[in-house]
């Protein structure tokens, strides 16, 4: 049976993404890269004093066990943990990544606190479920639930390490089972850095697909393809091949598609592109108009009524500041396509961030502003520019300061930047120059054409429909996210 491309992974988990259904469950080898060892290093020690090779053993929970049995408990593999878990281990971009996205479940075997971690440095708010008393508490205003199904370094005591802990789960952890399952049934799962062999998974996996059939769940997982430097033998490089090729197909069986790829920083590369897709599906509408010349004020309204209302019936969802002149028309075209639509969800599909006016200190104020453009530009994948002028203290028409600044912090953050020359001011001369270094904003071939007809006069339903079919080809082209 022939796998799916990436690309049509990268297209359906931005749609889980959009409907609000994407999860992640980590694995140990999603900490790896960020400093942490895997678990054979982790119990090397361990395996040598009871006499065995950690590199001949492939049933690590068993491993423990022996350890366990020998010594009559098992505080040489708390402080192997503890040891192990409390370095300072740093965050990955990948953790970066997965914590970015508007994911509200996150799920994980490991005992390391990096997840979490790296929500906290997103600006989001964890609700970390360590143990089972957790599960029946909720964090006020949380915005995302990691379940750490094997328990935290912070009590070693309690992680799930030994066969014991494994045989004993259904029991103790029974209500860990249940979430998952339900999570499984009702969420699209990517699975990074993990190899299935966790004896819990497999058990509810199989619980699954015996009460759904071949009604489960489409999940996707990233696995790192055998590579010959891995082996000493080629004998031994066919071997792991063959099998792995064999996982690959009986992941099927329980509705997960493993994707194969050859080295981790594709991991990243594959984030990356699902991160761009997904914010390319919403756009931040810059612009500030004190004279909206050369229009009417009429001609500029309808053009950014039908614009906003263009972009929400698409199905792309808008964030603005709220600029002068601009932001309460947007609003009033997005609300008549959601209108139109019969749709719901105004918070995603609406944006809005008002700038705060009340700050006398104009270092302050200046520091405060240049965060609150970041933080909405870092919603987005594409930023439209539209007029921008303003008047200065002697009621002069100028150009708007901000929009420049949104502009060039657009483009660093590799936004899609979309100066709408024919609106005059300040958005002219930015489609100057994107047109005069075009490369430089549209790395790929097949842009030119649409991004100049900017500049020519329409009227506004011509104007907005060529902005909104430049935006649909950025879109639809998975080359400016490869």
Not at 10 to 20: C, E, N, R, T
Not at 28 to 40: E, N, T, Y
Not at 89 to 102: D, F, I, Q, S, W
Not at 143 to 170: F, L, N
Request: with cysteine; net charge positive; charged share 25%.
């Amino acid at each position: 049976m022939k796998s799916p491309s990436i690309d049509s992974f990268v297209d359906a988990y931005v749609q889980a993404l959009k409907d609000g259904t994407a999860a992640v469950f980590a694995g140990a080898g999603f900490s790896i890269p960020a400093g942490l060892v895997d678990w054979k290093t982790l119990l090397k020690d361990i395996a040598r004093d009871l006499g065995l090779d950690v590199h001949k053993e492939s049933d690590l929970v068993t491993l423990a066990q022996f350890h366990v049995n020998e010594h009559s408990g098992r505080h040489q593999i708390h402080q192997a943990l503890i040891v192990e878990f409390t370095r300072r281990a740093k965050l990955t971009v990948n953790h970066r990544l997965v914590a970015a996205l508007p994911i509200s479940t996150y799920w994980t075997t490991n005992y390391d606190s990096l997840i979490e971690d790296a929500i906290r440095e997103a600006g989001r708010s964890p609700d970390v479920k360590r143990s089972v008393a957790n599960l029946a508490t909720t964090l006020p205003r949380r915005d995302a639930v990691v379940y750490k199904m094997h328990g935290d370094i912070s009590e070693p005591d309690k992680a799930i390490v030994t066969k014991d802990d494994y045989e004993s789960y259904s029991t103790t952890h029974h209500l860990f089972s249940t979430a998952l399952q339900g999570d499984l049934v009702s969420k699209t799962f990517l699975f990074i850095g993990f190899s299935f062999n966790d004896p819990n998974l497999a058990y509810i996996l199989a619980r699954i697909r015996l009460l759904l059939g071949e009604n489960r769940r489409e999940h996707y997982c990233l696995l790192r393809r055998v590579q010959r430097s891995d082996f000493d033998t080629n004998k031994e490089y066919v071997y792991a091949g063959a099998r792995q090729e064999l996982q690959v197909r009986d992941l099927r069986r329980y509705g997960i598609i493993g994707l194969l790829v050859d080295d981790y920083k594709t991991y990243t590369t594959i984030l990356q592109r699902i991160d761009f897709r997904f914010k390319a599906s919403r756009a931040f509408i810059s612009g500030s108009a004190s004279d909206f010349a050369p229009w009417n004020a009429e001609s500029a309204h309808k053009f950014l009524t039908d614009l906003s209302k263009a972009l929400v019936l698409s199905g792309t969802g808008l964030v603005s500041g709220f600029g002068l002149g601009v932001g309460s028309i947007v609003i009033n075209g997005a609300l008549e396509g959601l209108e139109e639509e019969g749709a719901s969800g105004l918070d995603q599909r609406l944006i809005l961030r008002p700038f705060p006016l009340a700050i006398k200190d104009p270092a302050t104020r200046r520091k405060r502003w240049q965060a609150y453009r970041k933080e909405m530009l870092s919603q987005a994948g594409i930023a439209i520019f539209v007029f921008g002028n303003k008047l200065d203290d002697k009621g002069t028409v100028v150009d708007a300061d901000g929009m420049l600044e949104e502009f060039r912090m657009a483009h660093d953050m590799k936004l899609v930047v979309i100066p709408v020359g024919c609106t005059g001011s300040l958005a002219s001369r930015l489609h100057e120059h994107v047109m005069a270094d075009f490369s430089n904003y549209y790395p790929v071939s097949g842009y030119k054409q649409l991004v100049r007809a900017l500049r020519h006069p329409g009227t506004p339903t011509q104007v907005a429909g060529r902005v909104l079919k430049l935006i649909m080809k950025v879109q639809e082209d998975r080359r400016l996210f490869s």
